[in-house]
Protein backbone atom coordinates (compact mmCIF):
# COMPACT_ATOMS: atom_id res chain seq x y z
CA UNK A 1 0.00 0.00 0.00
CA UNK A 2 1.23 3.82 -0.87
CA UNK A 3 1.36 6.39 1.76
CA UNK A 4 -1.79 8.01 0.89
CA UNK A 5 -4.69 8.41 2.41
CA UNK A 6 -6.64 5.39 2.18
CA UNK A 7 -10.55 5.22 1.79
CA UNK A 8 -12.81 4.38 4.20
CA UNK A 9 -13.25 0.86 2.70
CA UNK A 10 -9.71 0.54 1.84
CA UNK A 11 -8.99 1.07 5.78
CA UNK A 12 -11.84 -1.43 6.71
CA UNK A 13 -10.34 -4.01 4.51
CA UNK A 14 -6.47 -3.60 5.20
CA UNK A 15 -7.42 -3.64 8.91
CA UNK A 16 -9.25 -6.91 8.67
CA UNK A 17 -6.58 -8.88 6.30
CA UNK A 18 -3.43 -6.60 5.92
CA UNK A 19 -2.78 -4.92 8.98
CA UNK A 20 0.64 -4.39 8.91
CA UNK A 21 0.58 -2.80 6.10
CA UNK A 22 -2.41 -0.65 6.34
CA UNK A 23 -1.13 0.86 9.68
CA UNK A 24 1.88 1.31 7.51
CA UNK A 25 -0.05 3.57 4.86
CA UNK A 26 -2.04 5.35 7.51
CA UNK A 27 0.89 6.36 9.57
CA UNK A 28 1.42 9.83 7.75
CA UNK A 29 -2.70 10.92 8.50
CA UNK A 30 -4.32 12.95 10.69
CA UNK A 31 -5.59 11.91 14.10
CA UNK A 32 -8.25 13.55 12.62
CA UNK A 33 -8.59 10.65 9.65
CA UNK A 34 -8.21 7.63 12.37
CA UNK A 35 -10.80 9.75 14.90
CA UNK A 36 -13.35 9.77 11.84
CA UNK A 37 -12.93 6.29 11.19
CA UNK A 38 -13.88 5.27 14.75
CA UNK A 39 -16.49 7.13 14.78
CA UNK A 40 -18.18 5.84 12.27
CA UNK A 41 -18.06 2.49 14.18
CA UNK A 42 -19.06 3.68 17.19
CA UNK A 43 -22.01 5.16 15.75
CA UNK A 44 -22.75 1.46 14.41
CA UNK A 45 -21.94 -0.40 17.04
CA UNK A 46 -24.33 2.06 19.11
CA UNK A 47 -27.30 1.62 16.93
CA UNK A 48 -26.76 -2.18 16.69
CA UNK A 49 -26.21 -2.64 20.19
CA UNK A 50 -29.51 -0.47 21.01
CA UNK A 51 -31.37 -2.61 18.47
CA UNK A 52 -30.00 -5.73 19.79
CA UNK A 53 -30.91 -5.15 23.53
CA UNK A 54 -34.10 -3.66 22.36
CA UNK A 55 -35.52 -6.66 20.45
CA UNK A 56 -33.29 -9.39 22.39
CA UNK A 57 -31.39 -8.26 25.76
CA UNK A 58 -34.52 -6.21 27.25
CA UNK A 59 -36.81 -9.41 27.27
CA UNK A 60 -34.40 -11.29 28.48
CA UNK A 61 -33.55 -8.99 30.85
CA UNK A 62 -36.81 -8.52 31.79
CA UNK A 63 -37.55 -12.45 32.43
CA UNK A 64 -34.90 -12.56 34.58
CA UNK A 65 -36.13 -9.30 36.93
CA UNK A 66 -39.44 -11.01 36.98
CA UNK A 67 -38.13 -14.02 37.86
CA UNK A 68 -36.17 -12.48 40.37
CA UNK A 69 -40.14 -11.23 41.78
CA UNK A 70 -38.26 -7.86 41.25
CA UNK A 71 -41.68 -6.97 38.80
CA UNK A 72 -41.55 -4.57 36.00
CA UNK A 73 -39.94 -1.54 36.57
CA UNK A 74 -36.85 -0.17 35.21
CA UNK A 75 -37.06 -2.40 32.27
CA UNK A 76 -39.93 -0.92 30.47
CA UNK A 77 -38.92 2.46 30.71
CA UNK A 78 -35.90 1.57 28.47
CA UNK A 79 -34.90 4.78 26.32
CA UNK A 80 -33.72 3.49 23.21
CA UNK A 81 -32.17 7.08 22.32
CA UNK A 82 -30.42 7.53 25.16
CA UNK A 83 -28.92 4.41 25.34
CA UNK A 84 -27.12 4.68 21.75
CA UNK A 85 -25.79 8.12 23.23
CA UNK A 86 -24.30 6.07 26.28
CA UNK A 87 -22.99 3.56 23.90
CA UNK A 88 -21.51 6.01 22.03
CA UNK A 89 -20.00 8.27 24.68
CA UNK A 90 -18.75 5.37 26.28
CA UNK A 91 -17.04 4.61 23.10
CA UNK A 92 -15.43 7.64 22.45
CA UNK A 93 -14.39 8.06 26.53
CA UNK A 94 -12.93 4.33 26.58
CA UNK A 95 -10.40 5.48 23.49
CA UNK A 96 -9.13 8.20 25.05
CA UNK A 97 -9.23 6.67 28.40
CA UNK A 98 -7.78 3.67 27.59
CA UNK A 99 -5.23 5.30 25.06
CA UNK A 100 -3.92 7.82 27.52
CA UNK A 101 -3.32 4.46 29.88
CA UNK A 102 -1.33 2.92 27.36
CA UNK A 103 0.45 5.40 26.55
CA UNK A 104 2.30 5.81 29.42
CA UNK A 105 3.03 2.41 29.09
CA UNK A 106 4.41 2.96 25.56
CA UNK A 107 6.63 5.55 26.63
CA UNK A 108 7.82 2.90 28.82
CA UNK A 109 8.62 1.05 26.42
CA UNK A 110 10.39 2.92 24.34
CA UNK A 111 7.75 4.30 22.39
CA UNK A 112 8.79 7.95 21.04
CA UNK A 113 6.43 8.67 18.38
CA UNK A 114 4.12 10.72 20.40
CA UNK A 115 0.26 10.71 22.22
CA UNK A 116 -1.05 11.10 18.80
CA UNK A 117 0.29 7.85 17.55
CA UNK A 118 -0.77 5.82 20.55
CA UNK A 119 -4.53 6.84 20.10
CA UNK A 120 -4.71 6.63 16.13
CA UNK A 121 -2.97 2.56 16.93
CA UNK A 122 -6.29 2.34 19.10
CA UNK A 123 -8.74 4.49 17.36
CA UNK A 124 -8.23 2.08 13.86
CA UNK A 125 -7.18 -1.14 16.04
CA UNK A 126 -10.67 -1.25 18.19
CA UNK A 127 -12.51 -1.57 14.93
CA UNK A 128 -13.17 -4.36 14.77
CA UNK A 129 -15.07 -4.65 18.48
CA UNK A 130 -16.95 -1.91 16.95
CA UNK A 131 -17.73 -3.51 13.91
CA UNK A 132 -18.74 -6.79 15.01
CA UNK A 133 -18.32 -7.13 18.96
CA UNK A 134 -21.88 -6.42 19.95
CA UNK A 135 -23.21 -10.03 18.27
CA UNK A 136 -23.87 -11.99 21.36
CA UNK A 137 -21.93 -15.45 22.13
CA UNK A 138 -19.01 -14.70 19.76
CA UNK A 139 -18.37 -10.69 19.59
CA UNK A 140 -15.95 -11.39 22.11
CA UNK A 141 -13.73 -13.01 19.77
CA UNK A 142 -13.68 -9.49 18.05
CA UNK A 143 -12.18 -7.89 21.07
CA UNK A 144 -9.59 -10.06 20.95
CA UNK A 145 -8.89 -9.68 17.49
CA UNK A 146 -8.59 -5.80 18.50
CA UNK A 147 -6.62 -6.42 21.32
CA UNK A 148 -3.88 -7.90 18.20
CA UNK A 149 -4.45 -4.78 16.38
CA UNK A 150 -3.47 -2.58 18.90
CA UNK A 151 -0.71 -4.02 19.57
CA UNK A 152 0.26 -4.10 15.65
CA UNK A 153 -0.50 -0.40 15.67
CA UNK A 154 2.09 0.90 18.88
CA UNK A 155 4.41 -1.06 16.77
CA UNK A 156 3.73 0.26 13.41
CA UNK A 157 3.42 3.80 14.48
CA UNK A 158 5.80 3.59 17.02
CA UNK A 159 8.33 1.96 15.46
CA UNK A 160 9.24 -0.32 18.34
CA UNK A 161 10.03 -4.04 18.04
CA UNK A 162 7.10 -6.64 18.41
CA UNK A 163 7.82 -7.36 22.29
CA UNK A 164 7.80 -3.94 23.20
CA UNK A 165 4.74 -3.19 21.37
CA UNK A 166 3.00 -6.63 23.11
CA UNK A 167 4.75 -5.58 26.79
CA UNK A 168 2.92 -1.87 26.61
CA UNK A 169 -0.30 -3.24 25.82
CA UNK A 170 -0.53 -6.08 27.82
CA UNK A 171 1.36 -4.64 30.73
CA UNK A 172 -0.98 -1.78 30.73
CA UNK A 173 -3.82 -3.89 31.18
CA UNK A 174 -2.01 -6.22 33.45
CA UNK A 175 -1.75 -3.47 35.83
CA UNK A 176 -5.04 -2.23 35.79
CA UNK A 177 -6.36 -5.74 36.17
CA UNK A 178 -4.10 -6.06 39.88
CA UNK A 179 -5.56 -2.96 40.16
CA UNK A 180 -9.28 -4.07 40.04
CA UNK A 181 -8.55 -7.53 41.98
CA UNK A 182 -6.66 -5.67 45.07
CA UNK A 183 -9.65 -2.94 44.72
CA UNK A 184 -12.37 -6.12 45.45
CA UNK A 185 -10.45 -8.10 47.34
CA UNK A 186 -10.31 -5.03 50.07
CA UNK A 187 -14.04 -4.43 49.50
CA UNK A 188 -14.52 -7.81 50.32
CA UNK A 189 -12.15 -7.89 53.35
CA UNK A 190 -13.82 -4.80 54.93
CA UNK A 191 -17.31 -6.14 54.31
CA UNK A 192 -16.00 -9.88 56.31
CA UNK A 193 -14.58 -7.74 59.07
CA UNK A 194 -18.13 -5.58 59.29
CA UNK A 195 -19.82 -8.54 59.48
CA UNK A 196 -17.70 -10.41 62.22
CA UNK A 197 -17.18 -7.49 64.03
Do not use: C
Not at 98 to 119: C, D, E, L, M, P
Amino acid sequence: MNNGSLSFWRKLKGFLGAPVDTFNAVGPETLGSALKFFAIWAVVYAVLQTIFFYVLGMGIFQALWEWLGLGPVVVYDFNPVAFGLVSLVGAFGGLFIIGSWAHIFVRAFVGRKGYKNTIKAFAYGNSPALMLGWIPYVGWLFSIWALVLDIIGVRQLHQISTGRAVGAVLVSIAVVAVIVVLIVLGVVLTAVLHATA
